[in-house]
């Protein structure tokens, strides 16, 4: 695995997929359109009506359910921090999650756009970032995620 360059970049699923370990039908980032090495993401997540959780949440109304738009949340954080190329490698997983507000519900069809920014890294075994999800310009999400480096 390669480090990012520190400028705009473009990075599509397969690419994203060589990054992060989650796979369907948990791999939540669809396309990374930019990316500061050690700082910030912004990402997009295509909310279609195929997905399985769409079956039992809500059959007669679909809506993503939150812990999911979290979930996709801090796997764009966890692009940025398990690309730095000071810290060990090996499994980041999510640790917490403080100060998570939800705006306005999320359907199929929409597109969230996912940015992330890093707050801080400690020890070189657990990260911060800050995260806001938004379709369509609106705030739908947003909170601070924490990783931490699994032995």
Not at 74 to 93: E, H, N, R, Y
Request: aromatic share 6%.
């Amino acid at each position: 695995m390669t480090n990012l360059p520190s400028s705009s970049v473009v990075l599509n699923n397969e690419e994203i997929m060589g990054l992060l370990p989650h796979r369907y039908p948990f791999a939540l980032v669809d396309r990374v359109v930019e990316y500061e090495a050690g700082k910030s993401a912004l990402a997009i997540k295509n909310v279609t009506i195929n997905e399985p959780q769409f079956q039992g949440h809500f059959p007669e109304r679909p809506l993503m359910p939150g812990v999911l738009i979290v979930e996709a949340m801090a796997q764009v954080g966890g692009l940025i921090v398990t690309q730095m190329p000071d810290l060990p490698k090996g499994l980041f997983v999510f640790a917490g999650i403080d100060g998570v507000r939800f705006r306005r519900p999320v359907v199929p069809g929409d597109q969230l756009m996912i940015g992330c920014e890093l707050i801080s890294i400690k020890r070189k075994r657990f990260g911060k970032v800050k995260g806001e999800a938004k379709v369509d310009g609106q705030l739908v999400c947003s909170g601070e995620l924490m990783f931490s480096l699994v032995d």
